[in-house]
């Protein structure tokens, strides 16, 4: 039997915008009631992503105030709204992505919830699966990538970075990977990346010319955003791909599509969201990334597992670029 319900729960709110100074730990949040189409899930891991710190700081606009922040976690469902629930029941230990998720409890859609294969463990699931999906979506939708395309994936060694680099070998793409730092380079190599370019100091269309014998690559996989949007679309192969999907350095400022036609490249600023939004899409996509991750055993490193109360300490080190790999909550 479940334990009972508390009657409140501890959350990571933000009152306003602003620094890290803004996220308020509460532990007297009314819990969560699951509404139609949602389940309830009793949080164990906590994923963080870029993406929250952009709703802390106002780059994206939070819909209301007090905000919970957090897009994923994997837990247990301990309840079930009504309607469609996408035959989830109480007791399934689940991976999801939602909003609130910075929270013991968070009521979360059934349709962009999973149940977790026996093999993968639930902190894994956490780890693996909005960073996952974005670049598992990425080289099939963003660029289709075939084997032996020639890819530039920037800021290799973060979350969605080495998921981009361990995906891209396994599907037989040649990774081309830039960090600010030789252990972070070397971490890319681990995961797959075949040639590495440190871009604090060296430059990088220089050395993805030199790799390519000139060609460019046929796509590159942008989330650095403002810093290397420019030198990016130098380094696209003629009729390649631009997939600009992040922007960990600040938003890219508006571009002419006049650039573009020097090498009729296609450019894209696509979100996972739009990638998965049907129950098919998500499930199918999940489905795939925790079968990759067991059968192609794909290494799913966190680099820190931090107390619910110390998401501020988290999001600082994510935004100073002292990760490597995927940070988790812990409630
Ligand atoms: P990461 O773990 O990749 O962390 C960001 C990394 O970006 C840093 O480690 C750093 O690596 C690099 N970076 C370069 N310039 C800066 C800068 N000025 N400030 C901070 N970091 C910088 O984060 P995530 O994996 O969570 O996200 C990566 C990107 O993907 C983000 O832009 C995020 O918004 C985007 N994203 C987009 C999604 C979508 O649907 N479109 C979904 C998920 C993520 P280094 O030190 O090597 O430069």
């Known amino acids: 039997a479940m334990a009972p319900l508390p009657s409140t729960v501890a959350a990571v709110?933000?009152?306003?915008?602003?620094?890290?100074?803004?996220?308020?730990?509460?532990?007297?949040?009314?819990?969560?009631?699951?509404?139609?189409?949602?389940?309830?899930?009793?949080?164990?891991?906590?994923?963080?992503?870029?993406?929250?710190?952009?709703?802390?700081?106002?780059?994206?606009?939070?819909?209301?105030?007090?905000?919970?922040?957090?897009?994923e976690a994997s837990g247990v469902v301990t309840a079930v709204?009504?309607?469609?629930v996408h035959n989830l029941t109480v007791g399934d230990r689940v991976a999801y992505l939602s909003t609130s998720a910075y929270a013991s409890y968070t009521a979360a859609p059934a349709l962009h919830t999973i149940k977790i294969p026996d093999e993968i463990?639930?902190?894994?699931?956490?780890?693996?699966?909005?960073?996952?999906?974005?670049?598992?979506?990425?080289?099939?939708?963003?660029?289709?990538?075939?084997?032996?395309?020639?890819?530039?994936?920037h800021a290799a060694a973060g979350g969605v970075g080495l998921w981009l680099c361990q995906l891209l070998r396994s599907v037989g793409a040649r990774v081309i990977a830039t960090a600010s730092t030789k252990e972070k380079l070397d971490l890319a190599k681990k995961n797959g990346a075949e040639f590495l370019v440190n871009y604090s100091h060296e430059d990088v269309k220089e050395a993805?010319?030199?790799?390519?014998?000139?060609?460019?690559?046929?796509?590159?996989l942008d989330g650095v955003g403002k810093s290397t949007f420019d030198q990016s679309l130098e380094c696209v192969a003629r009729?390649?791909?631009?997939?600009?999907?992040?922007?960990?350095?600040?938003?890219?400022?508006?571009?002419?599509?006049?650039?573009?036609?020097?090498?009729n490249v296609k450019l894209l600023r696509p979100t996972l969201f739009n990638y998965i939004t049907t129950r098919d899409e998500f499930e199918t996509y999940s489905n795939e990334l925790f079968q990759f991750v067991s059968r192609d055993k794909?290494?799913?490193?966190?680099?820190?597992?931090?107390?619910?109360?110390?998401?501020?300490?988290?999001?600082?080190?994510?935004?100073?670029?002292?990760?490597?790999?995927?940070?988790?909550?812990?409630?």
């Open 121 to 153: 463990s639930t902190q894994d699931a956490a780890a693996a699966l909005l960073q996952g999906l974005t670049a598992l979506t990425m080289i099939r939708e963003g660029h289709h990538v075939r084997k032996g395309d020639f890819i530039l994936v």
């Open 13 to 71: 709110q933000i009152g306003k915008t602003g620094g890290i100074e803004v996220l308020e730990y509460k532990t007297d949040v009314p819990v969560p009631k699951p509404k139609e189409g949602e389940v309830l899930v009793k949080n164990e891991y906590i994923g963080v992503n870029y993406i929250d710190t952009y709703f802390r700081s106002g780059l994206y606009p939070a819909p209301s105030f007090p905000y919970t922040l957090g897009r």
């Open 239 to 263: 009729k390649g791909t631009m997939v600009s999907y992040g922007n960990a350095s600040g938003a890219v400022p508006p571009v002419t599509i006049a650039r573009l036609s020097g090498k």
């Open 208 to 220: 993805v010319m030199k790799h390519t014998n000139g060609a460019g690559c046929i796509a590159v």
């Open 298 to 331: 794909l290494d799913v490193r966190v680099h820190e597992v931090y107390p619910l109360s110390e998401s501020a300490r988290a999001q600082e080190d994510l935004e100073a670029r002292k990760t490597t790999g995927k940070l988790l909550l812990k409630p």
């Open 81 to 84: 709204g009504s309607g469609n």
